[in-house]
């Protein structure tokens, strides 16, 4: 069981950075392929960004690629997504989830965090 809680969200302006953390509690947490997510108002929920348990592999959105990072701390069951070059389209809450060892699906979510990019 892994229980995530984003923080970090806010209204910033276009061109802006921030950085999203999600701490995980659980001790299987650094077995775990973690992922952001995000959903913006009326559209449906979409990938952003995914690591693996080690950190070695990364993948990214076409839309954010360039522009974030992904990353994690296992010592500190960390993970985080450093957002630069902020863009309205940006706006949405974003979303830390796990994906438990040779499962192919997101099993756990946390509650999400808003982030807002005005123009």
């Known amino acids: 069981q892994v229980q995530l809680a984003e923080s970090g969200g806010g209204l910033v302006q276009a061109g802006d950075s921030l950085r999203l953390s999600c701490a995980a509690s659980g001790r299987t947490f650094s077995s775990y392929g973690m992922g952001w997510f995000r959903q913006a108002p009326g559209k449906e929920r979409e990938f952003v960004a995914r690591i693996s348990w080690s950190g070695a592999m990364r993948s990214y959105a076409d839309s954010v690629k360039g522009r974030f990072t992904i990353s994690r701390d296992n010592a500190k069951n960390m993970v985080y997504l450093q957002m630069n070059s902020l863009k309205p389209e940006d706006t949405a809450v974003y979303y830390c989830?796990?994906?438990?060892?040779?499962?192919?699906?997101?099993?756990?979510w946390g509650q999400g965090t808003q982030v807002t990019v005005s123009s």
């Open positions: 989830a796990a994906r438990a060892p040779s499962k192919s699906e997101y099993d756990y």
